[in-house]
């Protein structure tokens, strides 16, 4: 089964941004809201970001998303030890007639 | 505040059918118009969404497991319930239950998921 695509991993220090990306196409991406989700170990998913770039109610704001097309990224600035988890990005697929996720990405913040 | 909870069988037998329940609290789940889902996650690997309930008793089910999946609910009990015939080793996973508020996606609560063996 077709999933979107996002990098495996992603590393950063203390106090940088970065950034993880998330690709899919004209019936997921391109033509329905994304979602981001956090997942720290040994937990269920997390909403992080909802439509694209909206953060529920107690998300800092150092997480942020943006949509251009047929992909999207999450960024986190500040990046902070606690940050530390598996992201996933998530999509409604109109092929699929239900919701679509990313592989995962595995941020390692050193 | 909206609690769900997994509960079921921790193993099965291959060729045997999973059943598993998420029982809602803190709130009625035929109530407003939502999407009751169920999710898995191999060990390892990324979540894929096995197919939901509407609040008015209609499913969707992912076509990749469309013909081995029935999800009903019983709104006495407050639960809603995942079958999975034949089951095989690559149906072991960790099951969520989830909360859909636009049924788009919008997953706003989780169970805390439990994990399905299938092994002889």
């Known amino acids: 089964q077709s999933v979107l695509t996002q990098p495996p991993s992603a590393s950063g220090t203390p106090g940088q941004r970065v950034t993880i990306s998330c690709s899919g196409s004209s019936s997921n991406i391109g033509s329905n809201y994304v979602y981001w989700y956090q997942q720290l170990p040994g937990t269920a998913p997390k909403l992080l970001i909802y439509?694209?770039?909206q953060r529920p109610s107690g998300v800092p704001d150092r997480f942020s998303g943006s949509k251009s097309g047929t992909s999207a990224s999450l960024a986190i600035s500040g990046l902070r030890s606690e940050d530390e988890a598996d992201y996933y990005c998530a999509a409604w697929d109109d092929s699929l007639s239900g919701p679509l996720f990313g592989g995962g990405t595995k941020l390692t913040v050193l | 505040q909206v609690q769900l909870q997994e509960s079921g069988p921790g193993l099965v037998k291959p060729s045997q059918t999973l059943s598993l329940t998420c029982t809602v609290s803190g709130g009625s789940i035929s109530s407003g118009s939502y999407y009751w889902s169920w999710i898995r996650q191999p060990a390892g690997k990324g979540l894929e969404w096995i197919g939901r309930i509407y609040t008015s008793g209609s499913t969707n089910y992912n076509p990749s497991l469309k013909s081995r999946v029935t999800i009903s609910v019983d709104t006495s009990k407050n639960q809603f319930s995942l079958k999975l015939s034949s089951v095989t080793a690559a149906d072991t996973a960790v099951y969520y239950c989830a909360r859909d508020e636009y049924g788009t996606g919008y997953f706003d609560y989780w169970g805390q998921g439990t994990l399905v063996t299938v092994s002889s």
């Open positions: 439509r694209n770039n």
